[in-house]
């Protein structure tokens, strides 16, 4: 029995029973592959045949060919706009007046709410902060493309989803604030939001979990036949992340009608995409898992608006799973617990800050469009610094949860020895009060 024989029924069983006299065993090699003698009766079955294999149907071919690691190119990137805010002809007419100034006002109030926010933090008034800075058009276009009934289960960089959707200042603030009005009743750290009534998910810390998560919420979605599907976020760094893989895989199989949008700002907090993976970005492996993906320019709302719209239509009417991967730049650190200028250049930051800005090329737009001018900017922008400033005021003096509210929620009756810990926690709080927050009830 020759190697071949000997590897072909060691490694493809099925090959053998099924099709063991049309294996053929080359007579002649060279440089290029094996080559059949002329003679070989068989040569024209094994080059043309088809096997239906366990694992997939395939042809055969004499030509050992590994799969090259990178494409010859990269996949590119689908834009509108350019860099002046001039459109590309056939989508002129892709949101209305109406919307356009919509997003553009959104896409303002979440730049003031985010640098406003981010100095309260500065200033000792919060605890912690993250803004989306260089990222407002992936937060508005993506949203100004969705149903309020699509299903968000963002990652912590989403907030502009919520803006859209009727979330208000106020309601940020207390968030942030940890007041007995947020929703979380004060147990969440600042920015993460969370809303039944705007199907959105509340924010979780650790990453990736989300993306699991969505891909069960859509193909419940699909079993109750509604007429939505869930968009979920993650960045470059969450899709190193176990969770990720398995979330692309599981949506493929059960063709669950879930949107993945993937922030690829090249940074995962000061690690950069070079570290990370060698591929071609993220939209490539859309295609390994079986799944139609598109790379959009994340700084181009219209663009971002496009993409997401078609996915998600194809989402819902298909019943399949989109990757869209939105290329981008982190302007602002990535939180106030990080200082990045100490891994990328400042001189990089400031041009994308303002050569990149996904609001300035957006204005560009409407602006030349008519539906925009000077003196809307100005009021606009006044008039919401006011609007969070106060949102911000207002939050400072509403009393917080109580300590209880640290132990409600989970059992009907509590347990003897969540009781335990409460009284615990109350007679320390008595005990040593310079120890804990003086704004807490008890």
Same mark, same amino acid.
Not at 302 to 314: C, F, N, P, Q, T
């Given at each position: +029995? ?12 099925? @090959? ?10 080359? %007579? %002649?090699?060279?440089? $290029? $592959? ?16 088809? #096997? ?11 030509? #050992?060919?590994?799969?090259?690691? =990178? ?17 590309? %002809? ?69 907030? $502009? ?12 603030? &207390?968030?942030?604030?940890? &007041?007995?009005?947020? =929703?979380? !009743?004060?147990?969440? +750290? ?27 919420? /859509?193909?419940? @979605?699909? #079993? ?27 949506? /493929? ?47 181009? /709302? ?50 994308? !800050? ?9 204005? !560009?737009?409407?602006?030349?469009? $008519? ?19 106060? /949102? ?18 989970? =059992? ?14 109350? !007679? ?7 120890? =804990? ?6």
């Amino acid at each position: +029995m020759t190697f071949f024989h000997v590897a072909v029924r060691r490694h493809f069983p099925a @090959l053998l029973l099924r099709q063991t006299s049309r294996i053929f065993i080359p %007579r %002649r090699w060279n440089s $290029g $592959g094996a080559q059949a003698d002329p003679s070989c009766k068989y040569e024209e079955s094994f080059t043309q045949g088809i #096997m239906e294999f366990p694992g997939g149907k395939v042809a055969f071919t004499p030509e #050992m060919r590994f799969i090259a690691e =990178y494409p010859d190119e990269r996949i590119p990137c689908f834009r509108v706009l350019d860099d002046n805010g001039f459109p590309h %002809r056939g989508f002129h007419d892709l949101v209305s007046k109406e919307e356009a100034i919509k997003m553009y006002k959104n896409m303002v109030t979440l730049q003031t709410m985010d640098a406003i926010f981010f100095e309260a933090q500065r200033q000792g008034r919060l605890s912690f902060y993250l803004t989306s800075s260089g990222e407002e058009a992936i937060n508005i276009g993506s949203a100004a493309a969705m149903s309020s009934e699509d299903v968000v289960l963002p990652q912590y960089r989403e907030q $502009g989803i919520l803006l859209w959707r009727g979330f208000t200042l106020r309601e940020f603030a &207390n968030q942030c604030f940890g &007041n007995k009005e947020d =929703y979380g !009743k004060g147990r969440q +750290m600042p920015i993460h939001y969370g809303s039944k009534k705007l199907n959105y998910f509340t924010v979780s810390s650790p990453i990736a979990t989300q993306l699991p998560q969505a891909v069960g919420v /859509a193909y419940s @979605l699909k #079993m109750d036949g509604k007429d939505a599907c869930v968009v979920t976020y993650f960045g470059d760094g969450a899709s190193s992340e176990g969770d990720c893989h398995a979330s692309l895989n599981f949506a /493929a199989v059960l063709e669950a009608p879930v949107v993945f949008i993937c922030r690829n700002n090249g940074w995962a907090i000061s690690t950069p995409i070079e570290q990370q993976f060698r591929s071609d970005g993220i939209v490539v492996r859309g295609q390994a898992y079986g799944i139609l993906s598109i790379r959009v320019d994340g700084n181009d /709302a219209l663009a971002v608006y496009a993409a997401v719209s078609s996915a998600r239509e194809m989402a819902i009417k298909e019943q399949k799973p989109i990757l869209v991967e939105v290329m981008s730049y982190r302007v602002g650190h990535h939180s106030t617990s990080d200082d990045s200028t100490k891994y990328r250049p400042v001189n990089e930051i400031e041009h994308w !800050k303002i050569a990149g800005s996904p609001i300035a090329r957006f204005r !560009k737009w409407v602006e030349r469009s $008519g539906w925009w001018s000077d003196d809307e900017e100005s009021k606009h922008r006044n008039s919401i610094r006011k609007e969070v400033l106060q /949102a911000i005021q207002e939050a400072e003096k509403i009393e917080k949860p109580t300590i209880s509210n640290l132990f409600a929620d989970v =059992y009907d009756l509590p347990p003897k020895n969540l009781q335990d810990q409460e009284r615990f926690v109350r !007679k320390d709080v008595m005990k040593h009060p310079q120890d =804990y927050p003086n704004d807490v009830p008890l």
